[in-house]
């Protein structure tokens, strides 16, 4: 919906006062696109600090698994069994020979 200056071409007091309407319409549009933007960028930069927080979390349960792991095979006959087993199906019998 724009405003019709042509219409008020003789009357240049009224043609100016709808001017100044519009440049100031426009001035809040810009503000409103401006703080609406900022607050974008807010939300983005939340969910990312929520994303790397979460990741770090899960690197860490990751690594303390891999830890519990290594450490219930790092008795040698257990490691033994697990190589044993790595290289196809056995019996128990199998893995005492």
Not at 18 to 28: A, G
């Amino acid at each position: 919906m724009g405003i019709d200056l042509e219409a008020h071409i003789n009357d240049e007091e009224t043609a100016e006062t709808f001017r100044d309407l519009h440049l100031e319409k426009s001035k809040q549009t810009i503000k409103l696109l401006f703080y609406g933007t900022l607050l974008l960028l807010e939300i983005i930069s939340g969910y990312h600090k929520r994303l790397m927080k979460t990741e770090t979390l899960l690197r860490t349960k990751t690594m303390q698994r891999a830890a519990i792991l290594l450490k219930q095979v790092s008795d040698p006959t257990r490691l033994q069994v697990v190589t044993l087993l790595s290289e196809g199906e056995r019996h128990v019998g199998g893995l005492c020979d």
